[in-house]
């Protein structure tokens, strides 16, 4: 359609021309039973022409649409390689801290006391031993649900400890005095046996004391304790 107001742009343009300068040729059209005139030969073509220059502009196709889709393409693309590139950041830890208490045993100890009412060698537990319990707070902290440290805030002893005591015997009976030289005197050493006390005796002697006597002593310990001590082991 645009091409059809074209054509008659041009041939209007034409009449125009050919009514200005030769109005004769053109006597065959008639104005109120009248050859047109120059005059008249202008202005209609003029408005002709004129009328076909605007409809020729009304009816020609808009400027054709820019296609975006090749650039959105090339924008997404650009995109996507700058997100690729993009370091990817690891989401903050989650960090929580509460108290968290523990018990342990505190283990007993056992005193040992001398006893001269046992005999020697022999013992009793006069007071049994327990086990005390301390108490324990420690601050835990947690990193995303799992213990990464803690601290300890206090500690209390919940249960005193009884220390277990023993005694322990040290009794031993005196030798019995006689007056017959060639009696034999005896005493009970820390093992609780009958030992023959030192005499002038050599048979089973196991050691001289400083007094010249002999002692059957089986322990060094206790032996010659009334004749100034050992002088030597035999």
């Known amino acids: 359609m645009g091409g059809l107001f074209a054509l008659g742009f041009l041939i209007a343009v034409g009449l125009l021309v050919v009514g200005v300068l030769w109005p004769r040729t053109l006597r065959f059209i008639r104005v109120h039973g009248e050859a047109i005139s120059r005059k008249q030969s202008a202005v209609i073509f003029s408005v002709a022409a004129l009328a076909c220059l605007v409809l ?30 993009a370091p990817v950041q690891a989401p903050a830890p989650t960090i929580t801290t509460k108290q968290v208490s523990e018990t342990q045993d505190i283990p007993f100890t056992t005193q040992t006391q001398d006893d001269d009412s046992l005999p020697s060698g022999q013992t009793t537990v006069v007071q049994t031993g327990k086990n005390g319990v301390s108490t324990l707070v420690y601050e835990v902290t947690y990193t995303d649900g799992k213990e990464t440290s803690r601290k300890l805030v206090s500690q209390t002893t919940t249960t005193p400890v009884v220390a277990e005591v023993v005694h322990k015997g040290t009794h031993v009976d005196a030798p019995t005095p006689t007056n ?22 050599t048979a089973g002697a196991t050691g001289v004391c400083n007094d010249g006597t002999y002692t059957k002593a089986t322990h060094h310990q206790g032996a010659c304790s009334h004749h100034g001590g050992v002088n030597h082991w035999l």
């Open 180 to 201: 017959d030289p060639s009696a034999v005197n005896y005493y009970v050493n820390v093992d609780g046996q009958t030992v023959e006390s030192p005499d002038a005796n």
């Open 56 to 85: 020729v502009g009304i009816m020609s196709p808009s400027a054709a649409p820019v296609d975006n889709t090749h650039a959105s393409a090339t924008a997404g693309t650009n995109q996507e390689k700058v997100e690729a590139q």
